[in-house]
T-cell receptor, first 112, second 114 residues
């Protein structure tokens, strides 16, 4: 089945710096990709969804890049602030339109 | 208002006891999901449903049952709880739009089985 590897597991940046998270996937038929944010004690909040025909998507300080040749998905948070501290998950639909496969998450800490 | 709610938010159960986790969504989504989250494993799919009356096995269904009595409600049932089922459980609903199923999550239920 589909496998998603996410790195790094932990990331610490200073306020104002960028934070970069990478996921690699195995199923070339994957159609949809997602980034979620989980704050302590809370559920997963959808940040962005990306269809496979998109190479780059930007929204509110977030940039998602999709490299289908290398099967790599990345999230870049520009000008991170302490409120961005959370666990970030990538996920994809694999060859299915319904079942999501998640990466294991990246704990991002933004220090003032 | 929160569109996906879960109850209880915290639960302590004894080994061998029956546990029912409830999920309610007001999104009018057809699809609903139950995941568990464990350190080192991320989120793993237990059961899911395409609509009222349907349940499907996910990747780790052993020891769990699911029930979808209505569009809004989806329950996860542990008939004989074991300590290995101590975890945080998340419910999600999916909007099944445009060929994809963007999932929206509830706040989670923290279950401790003693």
């Amino acid at each position: 089945g589909e496998q998603v590897e996410q790195r790094p597991p932990h990331l610490s940046v200073r306020e104002g710096d960028s934070a970069f998270i990478i996921c690699t996937y195995t199923d070339s038929a994957t159609a949809y990709f997602y980034w979620y944010k989980q704050e302590p004690g809370a559920g997963l909040q959808l940040l962005m969804s990306v269809f496979s025909n998109v190479d780059r998507k930007e929204e509110q300080g977030l940039t998602v890049l999709l490299n289908k040749k290398d099967k790599r998905l990345s999230l870049n948070l520009t000008a991170a602030h302490p409120g961005d501290s959370a666990v970030y998950f990538c996920a994809d639909s694999g060859g299915s339109n319904y079942k999501l496969t998640f990466g294991k998450g990246t704990l991002l800490t933004v220090t003032p | 208002e929160a569109a996906v709610t879960q109850s209880p938010r915290n639960k302590v159960a004894v080994t061998g006891g029956k546990v029912t986790l409830s999920c309610n969504q007001t999104n009018n989504h057809n699809n609903m999901y139950w995941y568990r989250q464990d350190t080192g494993h991320g989120l793993r799919l237990i059961h899911y449903s395409y609509g009222a009356g349907s349940t499907e096995k996910g990747d780790i269904p052993d020891g769990y049952k699911a029930s979808r009595p209505s569009q809004e409600n989806f329950s996860l049932i542990l008939e004989l709880a074991t300590p290995s089922q101590t975890s945080v459980y998340f419910c999600a609903s999916g909007d099944d739009w445009g060929g994809q199923d963007t999932q929206y999550f509830g706040p989670g239920t923290r279950l401790l089985v003693l």
